[in-house]
């Protein structure tokens, strides 16, 4: 079974920019989460879609959007980019349990790496 | 809102060593608790997890218990390697935020030969 596949690995932008990257889900999982992570501020959670819907939101700027599809591949996009938008950006995808049940579990693509210049 | 607190590293060890990461957690609802692991210029890897109290997590030697009455979730390997060396995250979910997980900050593990 294939696993969460991330496009492209690594890129380099220009402030100002914008950027989209691309995820691919494990097969069957419809639930795909965004994460960021950086030197200084760790792992942060950015945004959580299930079925073309975004249930959960983490604390940053409207710059960051995202969105899925109904294939249940998503996509995330930051405008306007900043030095510190320089990142590794990590894609999960999650079978959605009946609701009330716990133990569900993550799984994580090998991350795009963004650097602002 | 859920916060992880990890053992702080970098944690250098002999290959052999036994090893420990520490792992407490706060949480609302039934939390589950996991640990990733991370090896160089890659993204993350379940390593394991535990779903509801006293149940013990294992994977590749390594082992970890969902220690409820002390809100702890601590990683231990008997004997390491130097293909273990790589950075330890300790997570958490649960209730209604069952698809965001809560990390903590990393434990950076390295192993000499």
């Known amino acids: 079974k294939a696993g969460v596949t991330q496009t492209p690995r690594y890129l380099i932008k220009t402030r100002g920019q914008q950027v989209t990257l691309s995820c691919s889900p494990i097969?069957?999982?419809?639930?795909v989460s965004w994460y960021q992570q950086t030197p200084g501020q760790g792992l942060q959670f950015l945004f959580e879609?299930?079925?073309?819907?975004?249930?959960n939101k983490g604390n940053f700027p409207g710059r960051f959007s995202g969105r899925q599809f109904s294939n249940s591949r998503s996509e995330m996009n930051v405008s306007t980019l900043e030095l510190g938008d320089s990142a590794l950006y990590l894609c999960a995808s999650s079978v959605s349990p009946p609701q009330g049940m716990s133990g569900n579990t993550i799984y994580f693509g090998e991350g795009s790496w963004l650097t602002v210049v | 809102g859920n916060s992880v607190t990890q053992m702080e590293g970098p944690v250098t060890l002999s290959e052999e060593a036994f090893l420990t990461i520490n792992c407490t957690y706060t949480a609302t609802g039934y939390p589950s608790l996991f640990w990733y692991v991370q090896y160089p210029g890659e993204g993350l890897q379940l390593l394991l997890k535990?779903?509801?109290?006293?149940d013990k997590g294992s994977n590749k030697g390594f082992e970890a218990t969902y220690r409820k009455e002390t809100t702890s979730f601590h990683l231990e390997k008997g004997s390491v390697q130097v293909s273990d060396s790589a950075v330890y995250f300790c997570?958490?979910?649960?209730?209604?935020?069952?698809?965001?997980?809560?990390f903590g900050k990393g434990t950076l593990l390295t192993v000499n030969p």
């Open positions: 097969s069957g999982h419809r639930s």
């Open positions: 997570a958490v979910n649960s209730g209604g935020s069952n698809y965001k997980l809560t």
């Open positions: 879609y299930f079925s073309e819907t975004q249930r």
């Open positions: 535990a779903t509801k109290a006293d």
